[in-house]
């Protein structure tokens, strides 16, 4: 039997046919994805338009999937579900001595659900350097590094809005008087929030069964992510992102009939036309591609 929130790799239930994937999301005074090297502003392109990172998407994805009890390797610290904490322990835990490195590839995939579907680096060094008289003479070391990388078959875009976002900024209290005479301001208590008023985003994503055959991720694997994408900002609030500022409003899934594809992904993914409505909803379309059939999934 498989370990919790596994798949075996039996070619018979790896993803057999290319899956196009789109989300589309609204916005309202919440910030989307600070960058931590601009102040924490929401991130914007050079043309204004709203941007949340790829590697953000996917933390959500990963949080609403260790919901569903699947094993997650890379853990953030408010969502972390086991004593470990940092991801070379959580490695050791379930690797143990192991020192093939294809050995090591399909257990780190038949444990870890987002190791599986979106790949993962293990830069992790030997725990030793012991040289023997040879290795001292060279320069080099005996112990071999466990370094080595897993391409996942799942491709997550950044998601951006459809027009330019207006940023708006608030000066805040971080916190009470540390010191001083409890009454007069100190600079270090006074900081800075700001948010996007109101924004329609949409991202893309893709799942490749070629991949999918190496890593053994599987039809109940895609369908796990079909049904995370509808709730992707479920229990995900925050002082930056209040409860039901973020909404997903629309969910496109296009389920392509052979392993290749029946169109590119670019060709699939320009088939949608998102337009926003007043209100904050949106009105989608697509330009009749000779691609797969589009369903569409409302937002939960």
Known sequence: MADKGTQSKDPSVTLANKVDFAVVFRVKNANPNGDPLNGNRPRTTYDGLGEVSDVCIKRKMRNRLMEMDKGIFVQSDDNRIDGFVNLRSRWESVIGSEKDVEALRQKACRTWFDVRAFGQVF???????????????TGTSDDKSTSFGIRGPVSIHPAFSLDRVEIMPSQITKCTSLEGNGIDRQPDQMGMKHRVDQGIYVFFGSMNP??????????????????VLPRLFENDASSARPE??????????????CPNGQASSA????????????????????????????EVIDGY
């Not at 039809?219 to 796990?224: G, K, L, N, V, Y």
């Not at 039901?244 to 009939?257: A, D, R, Y």
């Not at 088939?271 to 059939?293: C, E, H, R, W, Y």
Request: glycine residues 8%; positive net charge.
């Open 267 to 294: 060709k699939v993914h320009r088939s949608l036309q998102v337009s926003a409505k007043d209100g904050g909803t949106v009105d989608i379309t697509f330009d009749g591609s000779n691609g797969p059939k589009p």
């Open 210 to 227: 070629q991949l999918a055959q190496r890593t053994g991720f599987s039809e109940d694997d895609a369908q796990a992510i079909k049904q």
């Open 123 to 137: 830069p992790f060094k030997a725990a030793t350097r012991k040289k023997s008289a040879n290795a001292a003479e």
């Open 244 to 257: 039901g500022s973020m909404e997903v409003l629309k969910v496109v899934w296009w389920q392509h009939n």
